[in-house]
Antibody, heavy 119, light 111 residues
Framework: QVQLVQSGAEVKKPGASVKVSCKAS????????ISWVRQAPGQGLEWMGW????????KYAQKLQGRVTLTTDTSTSTAYMELRSLRYDDTAVYYC????????????WGQGTLVTVSS | QSALTQPASVSGSPGQSITISCTGT?????????VSWYQQYPGKAPKLMIY???NRPSGVSNRFSGSKSGNTASLTISGLQAEDEADYYC???????????FGGGTKLTVL
């Protein structure tokens, strides 16, 4: 069965960086893209970016351009999201999710990783 | 402010039907058939309920259906059940630099 397992919760200081991992299993990793979506406490979903696990092509939300980098390691079927220059309003649960075929829909999601930015 | 507009809340009684709207522009909802709907319970990851406007993934109840007219997409839940009480989000491909946008979410209450 398809599973996306994310790394554990993080607490970071303002200005620091965080890198969240997302290990995929149960399917051929390079057949689907991976998107990252975050959700601030009590707020809605925010799309952050997408990466093709096949060729590494990326697309980023304009709001985060320059601060976020998505990468993959096909040898371990793992996707990574790095966010730099953290601010208090980056405090959120960060999700990875698998792209559904050629659609922009997301059919399998990780369990979420809470990133807290606090001094 | 979210790019797609959803009502903050809707409610219905068991057995009834409800519809949640999702309004965008010609750059997103109205221009492409790439609207998705997600269900999210508190503290849980979202679940895909509808993709590409009106398609249900395997395993999703046929009580859930999607449609689109102009710049507004809709999610209809028929035969409302207590377990349907959750937050619902729409999303769409957008030709803007953002690529994908979400609605602000709608809280469904089953009375």
């Amino acid at each position: 069965q398809v599973q996306l397992v994310q790394s554990g919760a993080e607490v970071k200081k303002p200005g620091a960086s965080v890198k969240v991992s997302c290990k995929a299993s149960g399917y051929t990793f390079t057949n689907n893209g991976i998107s990252w979506v975050r959700q601030a406490p009590g707020q809605g979903l925010e799309w952050m970016g997408w990466i093709s696990a096949f060729n590494g092509l990326t697309k980023y939300a304009q709001k985060l351009q320059g601060r976020v980098t998505l990468t993959t390691d096909t040898s371990t079927s793992t996707a990574y999201m790095e966010l730099r220059s953290l601010r208090y309003d980056d405090t959120a649960v960060y999700y990875c999710a698998r792209g559904y075929g050629d659609s922009v829909s997301l059919d399998y999601w990780g369990q979420g990783t809470l990133v807290t930015v606090s001094s | 402010q979210s790019a797609l507009t959803q009502p903050a809340s809707v409610s219905g009684s068991p057995g009834q039907s409800i519809t949640i709207s999702c309004t965008g522009t010609t750059s997103d909802v109205g221009g492409y058939d790439y609207v998705s709907w997600y269900q999210q319970y508190p503290g849980k990851a979202p679940k895909l309920m509808i993709y590409d406007v009106s398609n249900r993934p395997s395993g999703v109840s046929n009580r859930f259906s999607g449609s689109k007219s102009g710049n507004t997409a809709s999610l209809t839940i028929s035969g409302l059940q207590a377990e349907d009480e959750a937050d619902y989000y729409c999303s769409s491909y957008t030709s803007s630099s953002t690529y994908v946008v979400f609605g602000g979410g709608t809280k469904l209450t089953v009375l």
